[in-house]
């Protein structure tokens, strides 16, 4: 018997004993310790599987009686039936987080293993889960773990309510076109105010689809589905052709305004992404240095060769770079420099809090100082108040994006004025 085989009966025995009100979760647990494989190659085989034994004993004690289960040498799975909400699956997680965090003995040697967590939380229909059922919670639980490990967080939980939008994404990936025809589909414009001359420069191009059953679906919601299917790519072409063109028409009204798109890492593994760039600035007819790809931190780390190829065939085509979300990701000094960017956007997560706490104004300030001791232009995301602006100033801040200045909108429903009023003095949009 497999080790996912034993898990799933034992899971389906749990589930049976498991309290019945109707309402309770059930949540699998996949534990992944990462750094075994490494020290597999400095301790031996034979330390590891006894470090991986306490761990195993570590969750389980965590855990109280649960279901727990090694998967292969490296992996942990429990299944914690009768839980009466999904975050109490995110508080069993962090206690187990806690669990494995102190030192191992090891051969009179002190060891940390350092673990990940992916969830995986559904309500049971019947008190009879079938194996099929309990397969696919610890294929959902696999792939928050790969979540996890592609944003670098510790932890990612996936709900059940999102994997009803994934089942709704198998829908939208079959109905993209139709989306795109009748326009369920566009891009909302955020403008960036330059703060030293008050003039609005730029927009930001961010989807936006309100499907007929769904109703609104949040845009990193949309791309997350897209990413690892050929959706990101149809996507991604959408947008970069109506950005561009939406601009395009812009500037032929007179109005001097450049354009942001969003992309996604996956992107940047296209080999056709410089074409479609090179492509779609040709047929508008715009000028490629009024074009800025955001990229986030996260994508534009993870240091793939084919990555850094597209990042300069866009550079080289005259297309500018921006990292966007400055600041949540894990950068290296070494790839900052070496990447070739224009712009950095600090993430709103440190703007939003410059006003009242002074660890976020120094943070923030020291931000910009990179970003200038770098020659690159530096914007805040998120600035929602005059208080905040007046610092970012202040500052030298080069550009604020957020509320404060306006909301996304449709192209059509820009106001005008904003783009042509030269003596904008930094008032709010709306
Ligand atoms: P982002 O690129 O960092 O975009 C900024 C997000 O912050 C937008 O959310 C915007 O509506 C929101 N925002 C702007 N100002 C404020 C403010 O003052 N306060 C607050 N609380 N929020 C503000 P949105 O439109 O929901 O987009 C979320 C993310 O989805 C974007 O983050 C971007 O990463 C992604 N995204 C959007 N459109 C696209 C796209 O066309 N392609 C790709 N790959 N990603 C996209
Ligand atoms: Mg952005
Ligand atoms: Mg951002």
């Known amino acids: 018997m497999s080790d996912r085989d034993r898990l799933l009966d034992h899971a389906s025995a749990l589930l049976e004993r498991a309290p019945d009100d109707g309402s309770s979760v059930v949540a699998m647990v996949l534990v992944e310790l990462?750094?075994?494989?490494?020290?597999?190659?400095?301790?031996?085989?034979?330390a590891v599987d006894a470090l991986a034994g306490e761990a195993l004993q570590r969750v389980t004690r965590a855990v109280g009686a649960a279901a727990t289960c090694p998967i292969g040498r490296y992996q942990i799975a429990c299944l914690l039936p009768g839980l009466s909400a999904d975050a109490h699956a995110r508080l069993a997680a962090h206690r187990i987080l806690r669990a494995l965090a102190p030192p191992y003995a090891c051969d009179g040697r002190r060891v940390m293993v350092a673990a990940r967590i992916g969830v995986a939380t559904r309500t049971p229909d019947t008190r009879q889960a079938s194996t099929a059922q309990m397969d696919e919670l610890l294929r959902r639980a696999s792939a928050a773990l790969h979540e996890a490990r592609n944003r670098f967080d510790p932890l990612a939980i996936d709900e059940e309510h999102r994997?009803?939008?994934?089942?709704?994404?198998?829908?939208?990936?079959?109905?993209?076109?139709?989306?795109?025809?009748?326009?369920?589909?566009?891009?909302?414009?955020?403008?960036?105010?330059?703060?030293?001359?008050?003039?609005?420069?730029?927009?930001?191009?961010?989807?936006?689809?309100?499907?007929?059953?769904?109703?609104?679906?949040?845009?990193?919601?949309?791309?997350?589905?897209?990413?690892?299917?050929?959706?990101?790519?149809?996507l991604t072409r959408w947008v970069v052709h109506t950005a561009l063109r939406e601009c395009a028409e812009a500037r032929s009204r007179g109005i001097e305004?450049?354009?942001?798109?969003?992309?996604?890492?996956?992107?940047?593994?296209?080999?056709?992404?410089?074409?479609?760039?090179?492509?779609?600035?040709?047929?508008?007819?715009?000028?490629?240095?009024?074009?800025?790809?955001?990229?986030?931190?996260?994508?534009?780390?993870?240091?793939?060769?084919?990555?850094?190829?597209?990042?300069?065939?866009?550079?080289?085509?005259?297309?500018?770079l921006s990292m966007d979300d400055f600041g949540t990701g894990y950068s290296s000094m070494a790839r900052l420099r070496d990447l070739p960017l224009d712009e950095l956007k600090v993430d709103m997560s440190f703007t939003r809090g410059i006003s009242h706490a002074s660890t976020h104004h120094r943070i923030v300030s020291s931000m910009i100082g990179l970003g200038h001791g770098m020659g690159l232009q530096v914007v805040a995301e998120g600035v929602e108040d005059a208080v905040t602006c007046d610092h970012l100033r202040e500052m030298g801040c080069d550009l604020a994006q957020g509320y404060l200045i306006g909301h996304p909108v449709p192209m059509c429903e820009y106001p005008e004025r904003l783009l042509t009023d030269r003596d904008l003095d930094q008032r709010p949009c709306q």
């Open 257 to 320: 305004i450049g354009v942001s798109v969003n992309l996604s890492a996956y992107n940047l593994r296209d080999p056709d992404l410089a074409a479609l760039f090179e492509q779609s600035l040709a047929i508008w007819g715009l000028p490629p240095g009024c074009v800025m790809a955001e990229l986030t931190e996260t994508a534009v780390m993870q240091g793939q060769a084919a990555s850094l190829a597209t990042l300069e065939a866009l550079k080289e085509m005259g297309v500018r």
């Open 34 to 46: 990462e750094n075994l494989p490494t020290l597999d190659g400095v301790l031996g085989h034979a």
């Open 163 to 234: 994997s009803d939008l994934l089942l709704a994404g198998v829908d939208l990936w079959a109905e993209l076109d139709h989306a795109i025809e009748e326009s369920e589909v566009h891009l909302a414009y955020q403008p960036q105010l330059c703060l030293r001359s008050g003039r609005i420069v730029s927009m930001e191009a961010l989807l936006r689809w309100t499907h007929p059953r769904l109703g609104p679906i949040a845009p990193d919601r949309v791309i997350r589905l897209a990413e690892g299917t050929d959706l990101i790519f149809r």
